[in-house]
């Protein structure tokens, strides 16, 4: 995010409550907390380590962090100088004006975590200070003047942190910044306590002082988290093995059963029972194999501007609804998922995986396929054949009604949008879904390898197919486009609207990502063209 873009958005945050605290560490007790609320947090006195997320920052005097909701913190404090500390505690939301109207939404900050602040930081301790010392009154003058001060210090710390360009690093964290990067190759205690500043003895003793752990166990944490994420792929144990730096398969396996109690073979069909699902119809994936999902999307979140639209096939998604939009993923984190699945068509986000194993499923627009690959790792290929059996047979019967009613028949889907019309081909979901499943044929000279072509207003007729399924996007705007549609000579002239063969599409264009939706949008399109199920 560019400078200018992000102090914006700092300016529109919107502080609803403010509260200030100071703590000490115990000596030898490590606290492990998930974070509530947004803190800013600045450390008065000693040493000790603070891991963020599963990632290790040193902490000690003048260090500041900003902490926010959802995230998984562990405080070990040092020894013989136990970490003192200030949190200021506060609430907000950002406030947006869409179309003359403001509405608040989640905020997320640009950087969180262990700040790297310029030496010349002396106005940023003045401010500080005038907010934790300053004995403010409960009135709503002095409340408000607290908030309008916090508000101003967030932006000058994060102002200081993006005028750096790469941050000094003291020499403890540079050692963890190479393990961390180059876990799966051949570290050498002597390389690495040279790179700190310390003999081999006088590193491992401050490293197990300060992490509550020696190196080369910090270095098979490492190991043993990328391995965990690498066996939801396709890769064998002799590649993820030598991908986390076992050159040996069976020690390999010997290792990890070691230090997670199960064979890496069996990992996935007994560990995993909270899923969250980061695409599109994964949701229905993981309820048909006899899974309950804790998080899935909603459609209507990539939509700009949505209003309500009721749809006679619309079901609600399994769990917290995520936007997809968004890459801010703190609610996610928060509901502490086994495993993570998402598509490659997402935008890949490194931040998924220092939440859970996060799988990378392969788009295919044949749904049976997503089944049986997470089928095949989770154990639960049975359920997975039954949908599959239970589609085919589905499919069997409504192309050999439909072919009964109409006989060779051709469709076509359409889309309107606020920003255009777009025909829809062969090789995605409604493709598979008209011309796969019922049965359908394309309209003779739509070129078949496009998975889709923008049309202008009369182009409806250019293909002139018997059946119209039209998707009209919940909103404002695609509902006048499609008025502006209707209204066109090609619209009027073409052969599916004289003929009375224009359905509403509703929702089915996501419905068919997953199982569930793909089998009830196949029964709506048969409703929809009058065929009975019998």
Request: glycine residues 6%.
């Amino acid at each position: 995010m560019e400078t200018n873009d992000w102090i914006k958005r700092m300016k529109q945050l919107y502080l609803s409550s403010v509260h200030i605290c100071h703590y000490a560490g115990i000596p030898e007790q490590i606290q492990h907390r998930v974070w509530k609320r947004f803190a800013l947090c600045r450390v008065t006195d000693g040493r000790g380590t603070l891991t963020i997320n599963n990632v290790m920052h040193t902490v000690s005097r003048d260090d500041c962090f900003i902490l926010s909701p959802g995230m998984h913190l562990e405080l070990q404090p040092d020894m013989k100088a136990p970490v003192r500390y200030q949190l200021i505690l506060f609430s907000g939301v950002g406030l947006v004006r869409t179309h003359h109207v403001w509405r608040t939404e989640a905020f997320d900050f640009p950087v969180t975590g262990k700040l790297q602040l310029s030496s010349n930081r002396r106005d940023i301790q003045e401010m500080m200070d005038r907010l934790v010392y300053k004995n403010h009154p409960a009135s709503g003058l002095e409340n408000t003047a607290q908030k309008h001060l916090l508000h101003q210090l967030l932006i000058r710390l994060l102002t200081c942190v993006e005028a750096i360009s790469k941050p000094p690093q003291a020499g403890m964290d540079l050692a963890i910044d190479y393990m961390s990067h180059h876990y799966m190759k051949e570290i050498r205690m002597d390389e690495m306590a040279q790179v700190a500043g310390l003999s081999v003895n006088h590193f491992i003793r401050t490293f197990k002082r300060q992490f509550g752990m020696t190196p080369m166990e910090y270095i098979l944490k490492q190991r043993m988290a990328k391995a965990k994420q690498l066996l939801f792929s396709t890769d064998k144990i002799k590649v993820i093995a030598e991908r986390v730096g076992y050159r040996d398969e069976h020690y390999f396996s010997r290792v990890f059963k070691k230090n997670e109690g199960i064979a890496p073979t069996f990992f996935m069909k007994n560990k995993v029972s909270r899923i969250a699902t980061l695409y599109y119809g994964l949701d229905e994936v993981v309820l048909t194999l006899g899974l309950k999902p804790v998080s899935a999307l909603s459609y209507v979140q990539r939509v700009d501007h949505p209003i309500l639209m009721s749809s006679p096939q619309a079901h609600p998604p399994q769990g917290l609804i995520l936007n997809s939009l968004s890459q801010n993923y703190e609610k996610l984190r928060g509901l502490q998922p086994d495993l993570i699945i998402t598509s490659d068509r997402m935008e890949p986000n490194e931040s998924l995986h220092q939440i859970a194993p996060t799988a990378i499923l392969k788009h295919t627009n044949q749904v049976g396929e997503s089944l049986l690959y997470m089928a095949d790792i989770m154990g639960r290929k049975e359920q997975a054949i039954r949908w599959i059996e239970q589609h085919a047979n589905l499919s069997h019967v409504l192309q050999k009604r439909i072919h009964s009613e109409w006989g060779k028949q051709s469709a076509m889907f359409i889309r309107v949008s606020s920003g255009f019309y777009r025909m829809y081909g062969l090789h995605n979901q409604t493709g598979s879904l008209l011309y796969d499943d019922m049965g359908l044929h394309m309209p003779e000279g739509y070129p078949s390898e496009q998975w889709a072509v923008e049309m202008n207003i009369n182009d409806v007729q250019l293909y002139n197919a018997d059946h119209l399924f039209v998707m009209v996007d919940p909103t404002a705007e695609a509902r006048t486009q499609f008025q502006r549609l209707m209204k066109s000579d090609g619209w009027i002239t073409s052969k599916a609207v004289q003929e009375g063969r224009v359905y509403d599409a509703g929702d089915i264009f996501f419905q068919t990502l997953g199982p569930i939706g793909r089998v009830r949008a196949m029964k709506y399109v048969a409703k929809q063209l009058s065929v009975s199920l019998g």
